[in-house]
């Protein structure tokens, strides 16, 4: 079972947009809108941006975008900052497997 | 408050079991699914597997399979994830979090668990 790829660093300055690509399959990515994005800082447990591919939850802000083209994913965070410097993992359900689910290589992004 | 509560850090030696904790609180702990999840030092998140504690339903990722044993006490509504003799390459943050259909809403803090000689 592969890891979903992801590009290993994005970087931007404050105030500018940024989008971080997940590249899957046609047993994951490609049939299923089942995407989620994870965020984690430093020594602190992810934290769940977006869900069901362009979903966000309550309390996440509208700065953070999901969406899908084939079998690629993307978030896209928009008026950059600070504290948006941190690792993004992408999880997608798949059908490729007995255990249906995977994770992305993940994404270091760097506010400049 | 829906939580989960992870049980702390942990240093063991090679060889010797290990059983970690989560507990749920806030909700109804046997409706959802509780995942773990493994990062070891400097790397990416890792599925090891998930159960359902109401059935109890338990799924492995092949590269955990036989590994570690995933379980549940539905009476005080915690997850375990236990191992029967620990290697230096167990050595890694758990994390066990909530599966809300197919994506993980709620996380624990994350258990250390380091395994040296």
């Known amino acids: 079972q592969s890891a979903l790829t992801q590009p290993a660093s994005v970087s931007g300055s404050p105030g500018q947009s940024i989008t971080i690509s997940c590249t899957g399959t046609?047993?994951?990515?490609?049939?299923?809108?089942?995407v989620s994005w994870y965020q984690q800082h430093p020594g602190k447990a992810p934290k769940l941006m977006i869900y069901?591919?362009?979903q966000r939850p309550s309390g996440v802000s509208n700065r953070f975008s999901g969406s899908k083209s084939g079998n690629t994913a993307s978030l896209t965070i928009s008026g950059l900052q600070a504290d948006d410097e941190a690792d993004y993992y992408c999880?997608?359900?798949?059908?490729?497997?007995?255990?249906?689910?995977?994770f992305g290589t993940g994404t270091k992004v760097t506010v400049l | 408050e829906v939580q989960l509560v992870q049980s702390g850090a942990e240093v063991k030696k090679p060889g010797e079991s290990l059983k970690i904790s989560c507990k749920g609180s806030?909700?109804?702990?046997?409706?959802?699914?509780i995942g773990w999840v493994r990062q070891m030092p400097g790397k990416g998140l890792e599925w090891m597997g998930i159960?359902?504690?109401?059935?109890?339903?338990?799924r492995y990722s092949p590269s955990f399979q036989g590994q570690v044993t995933i379980s549940a006490d539905n009476s005080i509504s915690t997850a375990y994830l236990q191992w029967s003799s620990l290697k230096a390459s167990d050595t890694a943050m758990y994390y066990c979090?909530?599966?809300?259909?197919?994506?993980?809403?709620?996380w624990g803090k994350g258990t250390t668990v380091t395994v040296s000689s």
């Open positions: 999880c997608s359900y798949t059908s490729s497997s007995t255990f249906h689910y995977v």
């Open positions: 046609s047993s994951d990515v490609g049939t299923y809108n089942l």
């Open positions: 069901e591919g362009s």
């Open positions: 806030g909700y109804r702990f046997t409706s959802y699914w």
């Open positions: 159960i359902y504690p109401g059935d109890p339903d338990t």
């Open positions: 979090a909530r599966l809300q259909g197919n994506y993980m809403d709620v």
